[in-house]
């Protein structure tokens, strides 16, 4: 079992900059690969990022290209999502989960998420 703990959530201004991080628990995150999700109110979950086991291949979505960075470092056992230019669309749950496979279609493990409001 792997526990997930999101962290670095909060309120910040448009243009502004924030950095999550991911910390795992219970098992090396080695091997497995790592994503972000979001979830804004009345919509549907979104994959903003993902990484591979080694960090040397990683997604973006088409919506944060150039803006959100995922990177982790396995011996802090921890995955990070810096966000930069914020937009009030990036107001969302953001989430941390876990994967066995690479490309990752179906995630294994999930935090329970972090709350990012930019206002306009």
């Known amino acids: 079992q792997v526990q997930l703990v999101e962290s670095g959530g909060g309120l910040v201004q448009a243009g502004g900059s924030l950095r999550l991080s991911c910390v795992a628990s219970?098992?090396?995150?080695?091997?497995?690969?790592m994503g972000w999700f979001r979830q804004a109110p009345g919509k549907e979950r979104e994959k903003v990022a993902a990484i591979n086991w080694s960090g040397g291949s990683t997604f973006h979505a088409d919506s944060v290209k150039g803006r959100f960075t995922i990177s982790r470092d396995n011996a802090k056992n921890t995955v990070y999502l810096q966000m930069n230019n914020l937009k009030p669309e990036d107001t969302a749950v953001y989430y941390c989960a876990a994967s066995h496979r690479w490309p990752s279609s179906e995630y294994d493990y999930w935090g329970q998420g972090t709350q990012v409001t930019v206002s306009s």
């Open positions: 219970g098992r090396t995150i080695t091997w497995y690969a």
